[in-house]
């Protein structure tokens, strides 16, 4: 069970600091992700962090995120910095018991509900 929190509406230029908490032992022993989608589109994978919090973040967004987790709290972490309007989007939380095709949304079987972020310009 994953509870994504932190989303809201800042403007350009600013930062947001998504959480997600996972119930049980999800955080520590998993693959984790954020994926995120917009309306129409297919859900986009943003950043994943292995059980040992090694990360992988999607190029199109490198530079401008830090995924990281608090094993002890069984939270993830997206800081997202320099947010830009294009970046509005529903975010989500995933796991997976294995980091294997990462981009790929039916390879994570747990999501949470999703936090909304808004970037006005």
């Known amino acids: 069970h994953l509870v994504e929190s932190g989303g809201g509406s800042v403007q350009a230029g600013g930062s947001l600091r998504l959480s997600c908490t996972a119930s049980?032992?999800?955080?520590?022993?998993?693959?984790m992700a954020w994926f995120r989608q917009t309306p129409g589109e297919e859900r986009e994978w943003v950043a994943a962090?292995?059980?040992?919090?090694?990360?992988r973040y999607a190029e199109s967004m490198k530079g401008r995120l830090t995924i990281s987790k608090d094993n002890a709290k069984n939270t993830l972490y997206l800081q997202i910095d320099s947010l830009q309007p294009e970046d509005t989007a529903m975010y989500y939380c995933?796991?997976?018991?294995?980091?294997?095709?990462?981009?790929?949304?039916?390879?994570?079987?747990?999501w949470g509900q999703g936090t909304q972020v808004t970037v006005s310009s």
């Open positions: 049980g032992d999800t955080g520590s022993r998993y693959c």
């Open positions: 962090i292995d059980s040992d919090g090694r990360p």
């Open positions: 995933a796991a997976a018991r294995i980091c294997v095709a990462l981009t790929l949304p039916n390879k994570w079987n747990n």
